[in-house]
Structure formats: structure tokens, C-alpha cells
């Protein structure tokens, strides 16, 4: 696939990152809280359901970003 920002480099797919999800929920009070981490190491804490999408798609435009710049590094 090419890249429709560098049309004369190859955009290569990277492969699919696994995320360890660590979260207390109390019922009683109904707070949910916890740490989401890729196999980058790269961790977003969160608290509550907001923050915990906020969190992913943060960790997931992190993970892209790093293994972007590992891809970079790599090839020069």
C-alpha cells in the first residue's frame, strides 16, 4: 500500500498489539478504575468508562506512533 502523504514510500501494515487491561470496578460505588498497557510498555491509566475509552484510543495513537518510529529508525 503506498502512502498518500510520501506517494514514492510503502506503507508497511504492522502487526496487531495485545493490551493488558488492569481495573478495579466496586460495585457498591459503581467506580471503575485501572491501567491499560501494549507490549511496548506504553500504559494509560484510567477511572471511570470516559477515561477508559480516552485511554485507549490514546495508547492506540501511542503504540502507531512508536512502532512508526521504530519502522523510521530501522530503515535508516
Not at 507490549?39 to 477511572?47: A, Q, T, V, Y
Request: contains cysteine; negative net charge.
Amino acid at each position: 500500500m503506498r502512502n498518500p502523504m510520501n506517494p514514492g514510500k510503502v506503507m508497511l501494515m504492522n502487526p496487531a498489539q495485545s493490551i493488558d487491561i488492569h481495573c478495579d470496578i466496586d460495585s457498591i460505588e459503581g467506580s471503575f478504575r485501572g491501567e491499560l498497557k501494549n507490549e511496548l510498555g506504553i500504559s494509560r491509566s484510567f477511572s471511570g468508562w470516559t477515561e477508559f475509552a480516552t485511554a485507549l484510543m490514546a495508547l492506540a495513537r501511542d503504540t502507531k506512533t512508536e512502532l512508526n518510529k521504530r519502522d523510521t529508525t530501522e530503515e535508516n
